[in-house]
């Protein structure tokens, strides 16, 4: 979840009027400098939110239950979390949180170690579970009729997991494949070295939660289960329920499952909290360099700040957004807009229950770096000397006011804050109430924070710098003497059993039916310009979201074309008619807009009381840009950089590769060396007239949904857009490529293999049989339990794969691909073995319950797309500009609901087979 976030959206452009009145372009100024300086927030922010609609419970074993009923979507999220995390490891048990939480769902007494991936699909089911330093969680979302049985499950786990040795033999392999993968993330492995110098040896920070290599030689499962029955107590436990659900009936089937768990042999937690001392900033600097096979740099600066539990959470946010956040941050626009030394920043400020880090990420253009850390340093000292300006704070109010009703739309991202809230102040109301707290955050106590925690003299850093050419030899030879120590641990857990097919799942009743229907745009209309406008009201929460897209944008998206068109649509923000991108950034962001511009087209939301606003300065944006000429040379020394960063990313880089291979002679096929040629020769004629052709009300669809008056809404779109004129261009999309079977290895220095097999399809979208290829892809390829999961559960041989057949299927031919992330030794036979599974679909088709949990799973996809606004705007243009239909979804959970095995086997003896697929490795092979 943490890297860097580009907003960089789907929005609408209009032609721009060649024509305009002097006297028009003197009141557009006036305009946009008046609204700049008169624009005025609200400091108190009105949630709408009845927090009686909260309920507890607390059981005579100290068990809590806490609810939060939403029925905008018709399902039920049930998480449960333990304020246990890798903080009580002590020295030899680390690691034990984190892999404790990989054995969770191995099965009981009662399930089987295949049951619950089995009941998961049954119901249709998402599931999984995390560690963190300060808690462990495992979660089941479901629709709302079929919630019941999780219920059983999680108790059960939470009280009788099983720890079997051949269990946990599976899931070492597992593990070291997640320690592997690790290794090649590398801002994360930036934010561990950050965390180690940060926190001593003996802090509970100190060490990942993930653990070391060296620790899992002497892990066993009865040291496991010792470590389970310690922590795992029903008084650190709570039980987070979120969604369309009956309480009293909740409540009565969560007590009597919960009631029974373990109180005996209670632990003294004060003396694992005596670990968790209070750590006081120190004047030693750590500055560490990381040596990797890239080509461009990557700064991170920290220092220690305090954690959740000090009540600087909404603080530490404002300081995290004056400094790094946005494009109207303090060194965002030093670093990025007035010096042009880095492509990028961020700041974050991981705060832990205990402590905390804050951290600035920066991306330095060539031979920048030490610059940019000039220029931070100056910036920090700048705050704390002359302070913020009270519009910096205001910002941030409005922004935290939008992502508060968002995050009630979702409800994954709700419970997850949900969680770290009431961990750290056992208060459930609390994060209702945080959202209320940043209007009372002062300048002064935000310099204040600044001074005691982010003191510039005293300031941190980690840096990733190329590896020398001379010096790939010594890292391969350090690779293979860990991979030594690889071979020792999964030699001493080694699995001699077979799987455990799945028992208790064939006991429990069959889903219950929930009739569901997929929304409709309220209105559709058609402006005299050409422009089609989709609008949908969805209420309570009183947010929007626009998106604007190409009515081509899935063709653009892959081509080469959209390149060029994606650095056009980027300059957008540099300047309209009448104003600059400081006054456009400082409006949006002022009104706590997220807003973004690329290739596929544009979006914003916001907050509903401020629709009006943001959809006229959306609209200036869009149809009048005036390409400021002093802004061409600095995008595209950030372009250069981005497609630069991609030439360095294994997954990027390898994907390319297997496109370039299907799509050959295709506009889809190009490299990224093709894009640096491209961007070093735009001009800004160019940039004109590619605005002039593509963006115009006839190329493009406007869809909106939020909580809105539909009839003043439809009349302020008609408002603003209908001077926008243009014509309808359309590109002509070559269905396929001339693919060719060939095998390409690409040699960097990883620590894994990115394996990548591929083949061209027939498939379109419209094609007869893409919606039973979906459902093959969900048995074969997709989601726990399907039948690469199946292979990585029974052979340790990797931790992710994946797979799709006609995938990105469009007006344009799909592609069928499966691919894995994983070690060298074993990609020959992952080879092997991936198309036996396919060739096992082919021959001998699917199983009954296969597809009766297809049709489970689809229906829940359908809740998900329909549960936000964002998601539901990008939905309604892309039903629009394929002509599917907005019942097009309903359609097609009808036709999966009626189909047959004999029908999907038929399909999958016709697509399913092992021939003519391409290799693509990237890694530590070839030349």
């Known amino acids: 979840m943490n890297v860097f976030i580009f907003f960089k959206n789907k929005i609408l452009f209009i032609l721009l009027i060649l024509l305009i009145l002097s006297i028009f372009l003197l009141s557009l100024l006036k305009a946009c400098t008046v609204k700049e300086r008169d624009l005025k927030i609200k400091t108190k922010v009105e949630t709408n939110m009845k927090i009686n609609g909260i309920k507890k419970v607390v059981l005579d074993n100290g068990f809590t239950i806490l609810m939060f009923k939403n029925t905008q979507t018709p399902k039920v999220l049930m998480q449960i979390a333990y304020d246990i995390g890798s903080w009580v490891e002590k020295s030899g048990e680390r690691g034990l949180a984190h892999l404790i939480e990989h054995m969770i769902f191995k099965g009981t007494d009662k399930l089987a170690e295949g049951d619950i991936d089995s009941i998961a699909r049954k119901y249709g089911a998402d599931f999984n579970a995390f560690t963190s330093n300060d808690m462990t969680s495992y979660y089941f979302e479901v629709d709302k009729n079929n919630w019941e049985p999780f219920v059983d499950i999680l108790a059960d786990c939470m009280q009788n997991a099983k720890f079997d040795p051949e269990h946990l033999a599976s899931e070492f392999k597992a593990v070291m494949q997640e320690l592997h993968m690790r290794n090649d993330r590398y801002v994360s492995i930036m934010v561990e070295e950050a965390f180690k110098n940060i926190f001593p040896a003996n802090h509970p920070y100190h060490t990942p939660v993930i653990g070391y290599k060296q620790d899992l030689v002497n892990i066993s499962a009865n040291k496991l289960k010792e470590f389970y029955k310690k922590y795992y107590r029903p008084e650190r436990a709570t039980l987070f329920v979120v969604g369309d659900i009956d309480e009293d009936k909740f409540i009565s089937v969560a007590s009597s499952a919960f009631k029974n768990l373990n109180v005996e042999n209670k632990h003294d937690f004060a003396k694992d909290q005596e670990a968790m001392f209070e750590l006081i900033p120190s004047t030693t600097v750590s500055n560490t360099t990381m040596y990797e096979d890239v080509k461009t740099e990557q700064m991170g600066f920290y220092w220690l700040i305090p954690g959740l539990r000090s009540k600087t959470k909404e603080l530490a946010s404002v300081v995290e957004s004056v400094i790094g956040t946005g494009e109207g941050s303090r060194l965002y626009k030093r670093l990025v807009e007035q010096e042009k030394v880095a492509s990028n920043i961020a700041a974050f400020s991981y705060q832990m229950m205990g402590a905390g880090l804050f951290l600035i990420l920066v991306e330095p253009l060539n031979g920048n770096a030490q610059t940019c850390k000039k220029f931070v340093i100056e910036e920090i000292e700048n705050i704390i000397k002359n302070g913020i300006k009270k519009t910096e704070l205001t910002k941030v109010v409005k922004t935290r006011e939008r992502e508060h009703f968002q995050n009630m739309q979702d409800i994954a991202s709700f419970t997850y804050e949900w969680i770290s809230s009431y961990i750290a102040t056992k208060d459930e109301h609390d994060i209702f109430a945080s959202v209320n707290r940043y209007a009372k955050i002062t300048p002064d106590k935000v310099v204040d924070f600044i001074k005691d925690y982010l003191d510039p003299f005293f300031i941190n850093q980690v840096t990733l710098l190329p590896l020398p050419e001379d010096k790939k030899e010594s890292w391969v030879k350090l690779k293979n003497k860990s991979e030594e120590l690889d071979k020792l641990i999964l030699d001493s857990h080694k699995r001699t059993t077979e799987l455990e097919a799945p028992k208790y799942v064939n006991k429990l009743a069959n889903p219950k039916k929930l009739e569901f229907e997929f929304p409709k745009p309220d209105r559709e209309i058609i402006l005299e310009n050409g422009l089609t406008v989709l609008i949908h009201e969805n209420k309570p929460w009183p947010i929007f979201s626009l998106s604007?897209?190409?009515?081509?944008?899935?063709?653009?998206?892959?081509?080469?074309?959209?390149?060029?068109?994606?650095?056009?649509?980027?300059?957008?923000?540099?300047?309209?008619?009448?104003?600059?991108?400081?006054?456009?950034?400082?409006?949006?962001?002022?009104?706590?807009?997220?807003?973004?511009?690329?290739?596929?087209?544009?979006?914003?939301?916001?907050?509903?009381?401020?629709?009006?606003?943001?959809?006229?300065?959306?609209?200036?944006?869009l149809t009048k840009p005036d390409f400021p000429v002093a802004s061409l040379e600095k995008l595209k020394e950030i372009f250069k950089d981005i497609y630069s960063r991609k030439n360095d990313s294994q997954k990027d880089l390898g994907v390319r590769i297997l496109k370039n291979i299907i799509y050959k002679d295709h506009p889809y096929s190009w490299t990224f060396d093709d894009a640096l040629e491209i961007i070093k020769n735009i001009d800004i004629k160019k940039l004109q007239e590619l605005h002039k052709k593509y963006v115009t009300p006839k190329n493009m669809i406007l869809s909106i949904v939020g909580s809105f008056d539909l009839g003043l809404i439809e009349q302020e779109i008609k408002n603003i857009f209908k001077n926008w004129q243009g014509k309808e261009y359309f590109v002509d999309e070559p269905q396929s490529g001339n693919f060719s079977v060939q095998n390409v290895d690409y040699f960097m220095l990883r620590d894994q293999v990115l394996f990548l097999l591929g083949r061209s399809s027939n498939v379109n979208l419209y094609h007869a049989d893409y919606i039973p290829l979906k459902v093959l892809d969900f048995i074969a390829f997709n989601s726990l339990g399907s039948r690469l999961y199946q292979l990585r559960e029974q052979t340790g041989l990797f931790y992710t794969a994946f797979g799709m057949f006609a995938a990105k299927a469009s007006r344009v031919n799909g592609f069928d691909y499966m691919g894995s992330i994983l070690n060298l030794e074993n990609v020959k036979k992952t080879e092997k073995l991936f198309l036996n599974v396919i060739e096992e679909v082919g021959k001998n088709g699917i199983k009954p319950e296969e597809l009766a949990a297809s049709r489970q799973n689809y229906l829940k996809e359908l809740i998900d797309l329909a549960a936000t606004n964002e998601v539901l705007a990008t939905v309604y243009n892309i039903l629009k500009s394929f002509d599917l239909g907005f019942d097009y979804y309903d359609k097609v959970l009808r036709q999966v609901q009626n189909m047959q095995v004999q029908d999907l086997n038929l399909i999958a003896a016709k697509y399913f087979n092992s021939q003519n697929f391409a290799k693509v490795c990237v890694g530590r092979v070839g030349k």
């Open 548 to 621: 604007c897209q190409f009515k081509q944008a899935s063709f653009l998206s892959e081509s080469k074309e959209g390149v060029l068109l994606d650095f056009m649509m980027n300059y957008l923000m540099e300047g309209s008619v009448g104003c600059s991108k400081h006054d456009n950034v400082n409006f949006f962001e002022n009104l706590g807009a997220l807003y973004g511009f690329n290739l596929v087209g544009g979006s914003i939301s916001g907050l509903s009381k401020d629709l009006p606003e943001l959809l006229n300065r959306f609209a200036l944006v």
